[in-house]
């Protein structure tokens, strides 16, 4: 089949590669031209496509980028993978609007579009459907197909990699979730077919949710912890000798990337526009996570205090500025806004990340350095945000004069755990 996987990132780039892998006939549409020029080149950018897998397909024929708005014309099947961030507080689907406006254009009888992209229960039908009317003239379900399928990509994981992942798959009707079961079919091992739109939307959020409340929970028990003198880290790792009812979560800087800082507030903010109530549990999680950035600060300047320094002056070493080990996923990261704090206090701040190079949206007067021994040595605190396999502890525990250290990596009598 023709296919054209709108939006080159994350979640689009490995769905793409893999549809050329199995035969499909693969345009990866984009409209930012630097990305298309470098996937042109055989470059990828994500660290869950090999360059070498990327070129292959390249090499066949089996796919190609393309930022020009004729480039999905003829396409049998189209999913959209293009970002949905908030803007003060709402969601803002532009980006799947103009993107269902482009594809309307090109949309033939029989053909089908699948949204990918998160967002909140009822998008599909209320939203992408009659976009796609509109611009192409036909009736959804008599004369094209449509539907949800949400993205679990996690970056970074070799176990669960796209075509390992079990893939919930929606139609706004029979046919329609018919053929959009049948394509995923053959790209993943697993599809778990739904009975709406609705319900798969609903499911991306309930994921996300679930980690994001659970993990502010670990987050607000690690601060009382430390106030009542227990090491909470110690306390976790026999909660999960528990075989039963327990699940491992662990506290950490701040939440990162698309899932947690931003997917959860889809459902808060159209559970208080539908039903005009509060979503609690998403907006505490929210408050306690958007806030550990501060927690961390407060730390450092006790440890400062302890120690007869001031972080106004001194020097900081960030290490880590992904928002998860081993990838160059920085979108939301906790360490921006870390970085951003103690600059404001007046610290020289330097940031060390094997994985993120070149512009993170960080403050212009972040330093990105790498993580030498001499950097280490003349910083006057080292701050492990993102415990990446790459660092060298041991230079860290023998170099670093103190160590506020987020992710209980590190053992040693200079080193702080979160």
């Known amino acids: 089949m023709h296919v054209v996987v709108a939006g080159q990132g994350y979640v689009g ?15 990866g549409y984009d409209v930012d031209r630097h990305r298309v020029k470098q996937l042109a080149t055989g470059e990828s950018y994500v660290e869950d496509v090999a360059s070498a897998r990327l070129r292959a397909v390249l090499d066949s024929g089996a796919y190609s980028a393309s930022s020009e708005a004729g480039a999905p014309a ?34 033939r009888p029989g053909a089908t579009v699948v949204l990918e992209s998160t967002t909140y229960p009822g998008t599909t039908e209320e939203l992408l459907l009659p976009i796609l009317e509109k611009a192409s003239g036909l009736i959804a379900g008599a004369d094209f197909h449509v539907g949800f399928s949400p ?11 796209f075509d390992k992942t079990p893939k919930v798959v929606a139609g706004i009707d029979a046919a329609s979730l018919d053929v ?7 790209l993943v091992q697993t599809t778990v077919p739904v009975s709406s739109t609705k319900v798969a939307e609903l499911t991306k959020l309930i994921e996300n949710i679930f980690r994001h409340v659970n993990i502010a929970l670990v987050n607000e028990i ?48 159209k559970v208080e526009r539908a039903v005009g109530v509060p979503f609690r549990f998403v907006e505490l999680a929210n408050d ?27 020097r900081v070493l960030l290490l880590g500025l992904a928002y998860k080990p081993n990838t160059s996923d920085a979108r939301e990261s906790p360490s921006t806004r870390i970085a951003e704090l103690l600059l404001d206090l007046g610290a020289e701040v330097r940031g060390a990340d094997p994985h993120v190079v070149g512009d993170i949206h960080a403050d212009a007067r972040l330093i990105q350095v790498e993580a030498t021994v001499q950097e280490i040595a003349a910083a006057d605190a080292v701050v492990l945000l993102t415990d990446h396999a790459g660092f060298d502890y041991e230079a860290v525990l023998e170099h670093a004069p103190y160590v506020l250290d987020c992710r209980n990596r590190l053992p040693g009598a200079n080193v702080d755990v979160l």
């Open 151 to 161: 993205e679990r990509i996690d970056p970074g994981n070799k176990k669960w990699p």
């Open 13 to 27: 780039l490995p769905l793409a590669v893999r549809a050329a892998e199995v035969g499909h006939r693969v345009i």
């Open 74 to 107: 003829g396409f049998d099947i189209a999913v959209i993978t293009v970002p949905t961030p908030l803007r003060d507080g709402a969601p803002d689907l532009a980006c799947v609007e103009t993107c269902a406006s482009t594809l309307g254009a090109h949309l």
């Open 288 to 314: 306690v996570n958007r806030h550990m950035p501060d927690y961390v600060i407060r730390r450092l300047i006790e440890a400062f205090n302890t120690r007869h320094k001031t972080v106004n002056g001194s």
């Open 222 to 269: 690690a601060m009382l912890a430390k106030s009542l003198g227990v090491n909470i880290w110690e306390a976790i790792d026999a909660a999960a000798s528990k075989p039963f009812g327990y699940m491992r979560f662990t506290p950490g800087p701040g939440v990162g990337g698309h899932c947690l800082p931003i997917d959860p507030l889809f459902l808060s903010w």
């Open 180 to 186: 959009i079961k049948g394509f995923y079919d053959g």
